[in-house]
């Protein structure tokens, strides 16, 4: 079974600090992503990677970055966070571009910014 | 804690009854859908796939129709269990592209 391990279930962080949520899967897939989900607003993509050191900006990227150094490791960070990323967020990896395979998904980390 | 799911559809079922949660896709494109199950505190959960060249595929106690005519995805569930309670998305991936547009999501509550 793939799995998709996010380091934090749950996070609480002061407004202005800098946060960083960590993502590793174990299926060498290579396509990771970064979601967020809110209530009413559905699944919003963040960033994307399709390879090593490689980014995409999603729907939603204002206000976040990432860094894949490794290609089973997919780092989201805040660089200045506010309370209006308050939100879960989802990691997910698939297989390369060109072939349909499913996201698989991580549990989630829930942050609070305060 | 905080619900995924406020303020979504529900579908109430009896225990033992068959579920049918239905998706609308948006992009005529789209040739790959897949549905989702999230728990609770949990991340989405792969259910089952299909492609655009297929208008039905079987899983365990799951089957998902196509109907590409109205843009058209759905979901049943065999037998349906406690355990189902959750909420369902589905996704597409239009042509040529790789990233995946979700549905707002559908919850299922299972009544014993």
């Known amino acids: 079974d793939v799995k998709v391990t996010q380091s934090s279930r749950y996070l609480v962080k002061r407004t202005g600090e800098k946060v960083f949520l960590e993502c590793v899967q174990d299926?060498?897939?290579?396509?990771m992503f970064w979601y967020r989900q809110d209530p009413g607003l559905g699944l919003r993509l963040i960033y994307f990677s399709y390879d090593v050191k490689m980014k995409e900006k999603g729907d939603i990227p204002e206000g976040y970055s990432v860094s894949r150094e490794k290609k089973e490791r997919f780092s989201l960070i805040l660089e200045s966070a506010s309370t209006n990323q308050t939100s879960m967020y989802l990691c997910?990896?698939?297989?390369?571009?060109?072939?349909?395979?499913?996201?698989?998904f991580g549990n989630g980390t829930r942050l609070t910014v305060t | 804690g905080e619900s995924v799911g406020l303020h979504l559809p529900t579908l109430s079922v009896q225990e033992g009854d068959n579920s049918i949660i239905n998706c609308a896709y948006s992009n005529s494109a789209s040739d790959y859908f897949i549905w989702y199950k999230q728990e609770s505190g949990k991340g989405p959960q792969f259910i089952i796939d299909?492609?655009?060249?297929?208008d039905k595929r079987q899983g365990q106690r799951v089957t998902v129709l196509l109907n590409k005519t109205v843009k058209h995805l759905s979901l049943q569930i065999a037998a349906t269990q406690p355990g189902d309670s959750a909420v369902y998305f589905c996704a597409e991936k239009p042509g040529g592209y790789n990233k995946l547009i979700f549905g707002a999501g559908t919850r299922l509550a299972v009544h014993p």
């Open positions: 299926m060498d897939h290579e396509n």
């Open positions: 299909i492609r655009s060249n297929m």
């Open positions: 997910a990896s698939s297989f390369r571009t060109g072939r349909d395979s499913p996201l698989h």
